[in-house]
C-alpha cells in the first residue's frame, strides 16, 4: 500500500504561481516507478496534468506545456509540480499519483483555484 500526502495548493491570480507537493509514505523504501499530478474540475473527467518517472522522463497535458513543471527532488518519492502563470482554466483539485506494480494510488487532493 502506497500513502500519498499532498501539500500545496490555495488560492491564487491569473498569472500567480503554486507549488504542489506529495511525498510517499516513508516505509516505501524502492523507487516508485511513475508519479504524477492530475486534476478534475467541476462537472469534468479526472485528467492528467504531467507525469514523471524514476528516470525523469516526462510528459504534459497541452494545456499546461510552458506552464508547469514537474520534478522529482532528492528525496525519490517525492513529486513537485511548479505551477507558473495560472490561468482561471487551471481551477481544479489536484490529485497525486502513484503507479507501482500495477496498481494507482491516489492522494486526497488539494484544491487550486485561479482568479481572473
Known amino acids: 500500500q502506497v500513502q500519498l500526502v499532498e501539500s500545496g495548493g490555495g488560492l491564487v491570480q491569473a498569472g500567480g504561481s503554486l507549488s504542489l507537493s506529495c511525498a510517499a509514505s516513508?516505509?516505501?523504501?524502492?523507487?516508485?516507478?511513475?508519479m504524477g499530478w492530475y486534476r478534475q474540475a467541476p462537472g469534468k473527467q479526472r485528467e492528467l496534468v504531467a507525469s514523471?518517472?524514476?528516470?525523469?522522463?516526462?510528459v504534459y497535458a497541452d494545456s499546461v506545456k510552458g506552464r508547469f513543471t514537474i520534478s522529482r527532488p532528492n528525496a525519490k518519492n517525492t513529486v513537485v509540480l511548479q505551477m507558473n502563470n495560472l490561468k482561471p482554466e487551471d481551477t481544479a483539485v489536484y490529485y497525486c499519483?502513484?503507479?507501482?506494480?500495477?496498481?494507482?494510488?491516489w492522494g486526497q487532493g488539494t484544491q487550486v483555484t485561479v482568479s481572473s
Open positions: 499519483n502513484a503507479y507501482e506494480l500495477g496498481t494507482n494510488f
Open positions: 516513508r516505509s516505501i523504501v524502492f523507487s516508485i516507478n511513475l
Open positions: 514523471i518517472t524514476r528516470d525523469s522522463s516526462t
